[in-house]
């Protein structure tokens, strides 16, 4: 079992439940750009993938398009869909025993940073984390990408550090970035069940504690 030092966490489908207000935002977002609200199946996996990617992938749009149809989505979230997420069972007291042992914490996550800065504050645990870090206004960045600037920002070592997240595209940017992974089965991903089987992962945020 490897020695880690640092744990960066996603955020959606990882520390909190955040569906909601993800949806709520995509339905108003499509219904201002003059489209009919997206229905559960075109929603379906779409937590914690990249949101110009979505609406360019997922709901047809344009490039230009689809920049308006974020920054809609991204003013609705910042006045309304912070407040609806409900934090996972158990987080809180992951973290603070974490933190007990000395590990370093951080948030590595797709969602707007400043509006994942609201989130977790909101939610009482921004305090836990060092370092918080979410994608640009041009959402430039990949997942890869913010874990990489976890590291270099913490001057970690990629040897011991480790994403904990939810769905593909942490796992994905876990390997890209050459860090482990640990999947969550409480989340919004789906791995398949022979996937997980091949990985480290943790039905519930304590049994992070056997896997570290």
Request: glycine content about 8%; some cysteine; overall charge negative.
């Amino acid at each position: 079992m490897r020695n880690y030092e640092l744990i960066i966490f996603d955020l959606d489908g990882t520390l909190a439940d955040t569906s909601e207000g993800i949806y709520n935002a995509h339905k108003y977002a499509n219904v201002q750009m003059g489209r009919e609200e997206p229905s559960e199946a075109e929603m379906q996996d779409i937590i914690g993938a990249p949101l110009l990617d979505t609406y360019i992938g997922r709901f047809g749009y344009e490039k230009d398009e689809a920049k308006r149809a974020v920054k809609i989505y991204r003013d609705w979230y910042a006045k309304y869909g912070v407040n609806e997420v409900k934090l996972y069972n158990k987080i809180c007291e992951m973290l603070r025993v974490l933190r007990h042992k000395k590990y370093r914490l951080a948030v590595a996550t797709l969602k707007a940073e400043n509006l994942a800065n609201d989130v977790l504050n909101h939610l009482g645990i921004a305090q836990f984390f060092e370092l918080i870090r979410g994608v640009d206004e041009n959402d430039a960045l990949t997942k890869c990408d913010l874990i990489n600037l976890c590291i270099e920002e913490l001057k970690g070592n990629k040897r011991k550090s480790v994403l904990v997240g939810d769905s593909m595209h942490d796992l994905s940017g876990a390997e890209e970035a050459g860090i482990d992974f640990i999947a969550v089965r409480y989340g919004f991903g789906s791995f398949g069940a022979r996937r997980l089987d091949m990985m480290k992962s943790i039905n519930e945020p304590l049994e992070i504690l056997n896997v570290l």
